[in-house]
């Protein structure tokens, strides 16, 4: 066997095995405790699609000045953030509260992504209902109109 081929195999096998692997990564965002309901729901959509492609997400909560004050705060924000991330995202680390920063991390959660993000409902064909018809003379359609006409004539 020749070596350089040798070599080429070895090469296009760990090629291969390279693609198989998925590459994880960490996404940061970032929150305050005076953050608006706007705000807010922009960054959890964020969120959303970070978890969607597969990424953690490490949420981190700053206090500045007095907010250090009231870590309950930044807890309602954190809590808020897992109710509504609760199907798709699991808690790898809980929060806690390291200086001035609150931080917690979240990562998709495999059953999720198992099963379809939307199941589509099953379509019916819409069923036509026929309206009532139209009284037919000696095959000539009349309309609620020709008669009020009819008599305007015989006046």
Known sequence: MDYGKFRYEEAQRLKE???KTVQITMKEVKFKPKI?????????????EFLGEGHKVKVTLQFRGREMAHPELGSKILDAVIEQ???????????????????????????????????????????????TPIKQE?????????????????I
Do not use: Y
């Not at 608006?36 to 959303?48: P, S």
């Not at 000539?140 to 006409?149: A, R, W």
């Open 17 to 19: 095995s390279r693609k």
């Open 36 to 48: 608006a309901k706007g705000d807010f729901d922009t960054k959890v959509r964020r969120m959303l």
């Open 85 to 131: 991330l609760g199907p798709i995202a699991k808690v790898d680390t809980s929060a806690r509260l390291e200086g001035r920063n609150m931080t917690m991390v979240l990562s998709p959660d495999k059953k999720a992504a198992k099963r379809p993000a939307s199941p589509k409902p099953a379509t019916t064909k819409p069923t036509i209902v026929n309206p």
């Open 138 to 154: 000696n095959s000539i359609m009349t309309t609620e109109t020709e008669p009020q006409n009819a008599k305007d004539e015989n």
